[in-house]
Nanobody
Framework: QVQLVESGGGLVQPGGSLRLSCAASGHTDSIYAISWFRQAPGKEREFVASLTRHNGYTEYADSVKGRFTMSRDSAKNTVYLQMNSLEPEDTAVYYC??????WGRGTQVTVSS
């Protein structure tokens, strides 16, 4: 009932910034949480950040804390992941997730000089 589309990925140099978007459509009233995961080649998919809809509470993985920030534009049914001070270790496909259940198709982030 909910569909997610990520955008905003690309190639950025170490120390640079990127903002990812996750646009939700369909039965958006059912959404209680949006989260970001990432998966690097040869590695398991890992949690990055989450936002709880009813109160705006955010949580971050230790690896990105202080560098990444989630926000939302409720009128657009869109959430964002602002990524600053990017490191090569941040290179991965970033996936948006709804209610710990529904996945977007992902957007590639590559951090390289």
């Amino acid at each position: 009932q909910v569909q997610l589309v990520e955008s905003g990925g690309g190639l950025v140099q170490p120390g640079g910034s990127l903002r990812l978007s996750c646009a939700a459509s369909g039965h958006t009233d059912s959404i209680y949480a949006i989260s970001w995961f990432r998966q690097a080649p040869g590695k398991e998919r890992e949690f990055v950040a989450s936002l709880t809809r009813h109160n705006g509470y955010t949580e971050y993985a230790d690896s990105v804390k202080g560098r990444f920030t989630m926000s939302r534009d409720s009128a657009k049914n869109t959430v964002y992941l602002q990524m600053n001070s990017l490191e090569p270790e941040d290179t991965a496909v970033y996936y948006c997730n709804c209610n710990w259940d529904i996945w977007g198709r992902g957007t590639q982030v590559t951090v390289s000089s």
